[in-house]
């Protein structure tokens, strides 16, 4: 338990709080600490008295990065520790969190209690958990069967870990999809078509967890979406609605760290969805809720037999946390839109809601059809009416004047320019094309940089039910430099069924 300066390091470890300490301090101090032991770091607060403490992963550094005497926090640790730079601080080794030990229960098949799953989010949320102990949690819900009770106490513990919004409107609409179909942007024109019409719709989406771009990534281009829930409150008041990312408003906090072991394991477990939706949805103020449930070859749902089962869990937990939900089931052979990419995404968002020639009819009728189904579901519009009053706002411009609105409410941000490294893919055949592998095509986007670079992914010149000729461009790669263009290529090269022909 050694003194030590506290350093702030300016290392961004996705909400993990990582302490770092000069080899000679273990050393010297014999403090009998190791690379990714769980370490204690604790001071006591100059102006009240009060000691505060945070645990995390201790990595050793042996150059010139801290001196002996030097304790460094990262970005996340040192901010939830509260310690000015240079306060004096002690460090020790830790013990690991009990529930983890529930974690372990878990992973070999013990059903968890409403209790256990409190306890386990509650040292998520207080980020106790290392990335070990996360992708063990995400495990043990992927791999051992969680039934309906469970998965309702799992929800509703994640519901608990963070705070709710709450809106005098008595119906207060959202919509979801699960994911696993690339460029599926109809929330962005959802959401100025509801709003249009007199329904409170503050969307708060995820970032992507396995695709090219979530919704939350795809609004980013073009307004701020980390709004706090006192600015998300304003701008649902101001234009009726919103289109937030909702790691910012601490909605269900759990979920969000859990989603940084998810993302890099490519994993979605059915258990996790479900959950994380609902609590979503729930933590946002939702009255009523649509989920969008596409289906098809290489979706995350790959039959309507699967749809069946999941909507069932969807419909079955919602009803006991006291959501109104309506689930539909959509067919997808492929992506929907010509983008693949937050840049990309969001050009074609603004070409249907600028009802331009050329815009992409796919994603202009799944909007229309699922705002028809939330304006029906709500009372605003009679049965089989919905579409038609949606055609009629997206038709005239006000889906659009409506959107400039919440973008401005939002923060308006400049597009920003095209990537600047493209490469055409041609087709090897002709024919109509029947499937886009939408796994795969996902992957190409993500190794061209997409999410992160928000100008790459890939542009389509052809999708599902298009006639081509071989040799002629089906769809382009964009990039930010020439060795994400490479490896996306290379990746484009090994895969042996991207596009199916009929």
Not at 229 to 248: F, H, M, Q, S, T
Not at 409 to 417: F, H, I, K, N, S
Request: proline residues 5%; hydrophobic residues 45%.
């Amino acid at each position: 338990m050694t003194d030590f300066r506290l350093r702030h390091l300016p290392l961004d470890t996705m909400r993990e709080h990582v302490i770092i300490i000069h080899e000679r301090a273990v050393h010297d101090g014999n403090l009998g600490l190791r690379p990714l032991d769980r370490a204690r770091v604790f001071g006591a607060d100059r102006e009240t008295g009060k000691q505060r403490e945070i645990t995390g992963v201790l990595n050793i550094c042996s150059d010139d990065l801290l001196e002996a005497d030097e304790i460094g926090l990262s970005k996340e640790a040192f901010h939830d520790l509260g310690l000015p730079e240079g306060a004096a601080v002690g460090a020790s080794l830790a013990v690991a969190p009990r529930s983890v030990d529930l974690v372990r229960a878990k992973l070999r098949g013990k059903r968890l209690r409403r209790e256990d799953f409190d306890a386990i989010l509650a040292d998520v949320a207080a980020r106790r958990y290392s990335r070990v102990e996360l992708s063990m949690f995400v495990l043990g819900c992927a791999l051992q069967k969680i039934d309906l009770a469970e998965l309702t106490d799992y929800t509703l513990a994640m519901i608990a870990t963070g705070q709710q919004l709450r809106f005098a409107d008595p119906i207060v609409a959202d919509k979801h999809c699960i994911g696993g179909v690339p460029g599926n942007r109809t929330t962005m024109i959802i959401v100025p078509i509801l709003a249009e019409l007199g329904l409170k719709i503050p969307k708060t989406s995820s970032r992507a967890i396995t695709s090219p771009s979530g919704t939350g990534d795809t609004m980013a281009v073009l307004a701020d979406v980390a709004l706090s829930p006192e600015r998300l409150y304003r701008v649902v008041d101001e234009v009726g609605g919103c289109i937030a990312w909702g790691g910012a408003l601490e909605l269900a906090p759990a979920d969000d760290i859990l989603i940084t072991v998810e993302r890099p394991m490519e994993i979605d477990t059915e258990a996790q969805m479900v959950a994380s939706i609902l609590a979503k949805k729930k933590t946002a103020g939702a009255t009523h809720v649509l989920i969008d449930i596409p289906v098809g070859p290489s979706t995350k749902v790959r039959t309507l037999e699967l749809a069946e089962h999941v909507g069932g869990l969807f419909r079955a937990v919602a009803e006991r946390i006291g959501l109104r939900l309506e689930i539909v089931t959509t067919h997808a052979l492929g992506p929907i839109g010509y983008g693949i990419g937050p840049r990309l995404e969001a050009l074609d968002v603004l070409s249907v809601l600028r009802c331009e020639q050329g815009a992409p009819a796919d994603l202009r009728e799944k909007a229309l059809m699922l705002s028809g189904r939330l304006l029906e579901i709500t009372g605003v519009e009679p049965p089989s009416r919905g579409y038609a009053a949606a055609r009629r706002v997206l038709d005239s411009g006000a889906a659009l004047a409506r959107f400039d609105r919440i973008v401005a409410a939002q923060g308006r941000r400049e597009l920003p320019p095209e990537a600047p490294v493209r490469r055409q893919i041609a087709a090897e055949q002709s024919g109509r094309i029947q499937q886009i592998d939408c796994w795969e095509i996902s992957r190409i986007a993500k190794r061209a940089g997409a999410p992160a670079n928000v100008s790459a992914g890939v542009k389509l010149h052809k999708n599902v039910g298009d006639n081509v000729t071989r040799g002629e461009p089906i769809f382009e790669i964009h990039a930010d430099n020439d060795s994400q263009l490479q490896n996306a290529l290379e990746y484009c090269d090994s895969v042996r069924h991207l596009i199916h022909f009929e």
